[in-house]
């Protein structure tokens, strides 16, 4: 196959920094389009794979999966876009088509494996995928999204993880007009959920274990915040909510969460906290609640999500950054600062 060299930045080992590199990328075939990456969001998986946290990672790494560019050409069957499109590309870049989750239009729980967009098997190549941090990429069209042309580039690119990994479950599980939903953890993930709840129509209620976030949490549009380490405060709303996004990664007792809801409450985890979360048997059974999990969603849910986004004008709260800050921005994520994603301007790579 066919191959072009782009610049990027990655890393050749877990304890390495990230730093300039060329990668091959394959020239467009049949049905690809090759996009010029404008801005890329940092996720924390990004730091993850880098550091082969979860194992397994495939060197050298090119992370980033929140990808916002401009296509710059096109393969000869595309007909979904054209060249000079703004578009978008999230945590995949294909799956195997014919499974039972691929025609529900779920290709994130392909059953053969969704196809990362970074350190997954890459079947064109033969190595492995690449991620945004580089210059270009080149996906299939039916893994590209369309961006809306009413919102800030830069801001929208953590809509392709953050906003789609918030909004699916939401959706699934109808929140809307008439429910109170909590909110835990107000991070990348916690700050977007706020907005999309509430731009669903549900009274939003944020559970925090800060009381400083709780002007940034009204400010997100949360209508009211629960301080969860006040005893008082969590017992006063047992059995108040209906549905509950978790999107806290730190380890944290999920029973104190499941007793905030109603009968027939459900309780979605996003964040994925390194070691198990033992749930009580009593935290369930009375009240027939349930305790679910939720990963991304699918490209047709994705392009819901985005289109649902730029009707209510909803972005990510971002930092800007320059390429060579992402090493700083490692630490700072570690350190939960930063309000709320870091994204990077992926001109200053081509500086």
């Not at 990429?137 to 918030?166: Q, R, S």
């Amino acid at each position: 196959m066919n191959t072009f060299s782009t610049r990027a930045f990655g890393t050749e080992a877990p304890e390495a920094d990230l730093k300039p590199m060329s990668i091959q990328r394959r020239e467009v075939t049949a049905k690809d389009v090759e996009i010029d990456v404008l801005y890329c969001g940092v996720c924390h998986s990004d730091l993850h794979t880098a550091r082969n946290e979860w194992g397994g990672t495939s060197y050298p790494s090119v992370p980033g999966h929140e990808i916002v560019g401009c296509i710059t050409k096109i393969g000869g069957a595309v007909t979904k876009f054209k060249v000079g499109d703004l578009v978008g590309v999230g945590c995949m870049v294909d799956s195997c088509r014919h499974c039972e989750s691929c025609k529900d239009g779920v290709e994130q729980y392909c059953e053969n494996g969704m196809t990362g967009t970074y350190d997954s098997p890459d079947k064109y190549l033969g190595t492995h995928t690449m991620g945004g941090y580089s210059e270009r990429v080149v996906v299939d069209e039916d893994f590209v999204l369309k961006v809306p042309t009413n919102l800030d580039l830069a801001a929208t690119a953590p809509l392709l993880c953050a906003g789609i990994t918030t909004y699916s479950p939401l959706r699934h599980w109808n929140v809307g007009p008439g429910q109170r939903v909590g909110i835990v953890g107000i991070g990348g993930l916690g700050h977007m959920g706020v907005k999309l709840a509430k731009a669903m129509g549900a009274y939003v209620v944020v559970i925090t274990t800060s009381a400083s976030k709780k002007e940034d949490a009204l400010r997100l549009g949360a209508d009211e915040i629960i301080l969860s380490t006040d005893e008082e405060q969590m017992r006063k709303n047992a059995g108040t909510l209906h549905f509950i996004l978790d999107c806290v990664s730190a380890q944290h007792d999920i029973n104190a969460y499941l007793r905030l809801l109603k009968r027939d409450g459900q309780l979605t985890l996003v964040g994925a906290p390194e070691h198990p979360l033992p749930v009580a048997a009593f935290s369930l059974i009375p009240g027939r609640k349930s305790f679910s999990g939720s990963l991304i969603g699918g490209i047709a849910e994705t392009q819901e999500m985005l289109d649902f986004c730029g009707k209510h004008n909803i972005t990510s709260d971002i930092e800007l950054i320059r390429m060579e800050d992402i090493n700083t921005a490692y630490e700072r994520l570690l350190k939960s600062d930063v309000k709320y994603r870091f994204v990077i301007d992926m001109g200053s790579l081509k500086d």
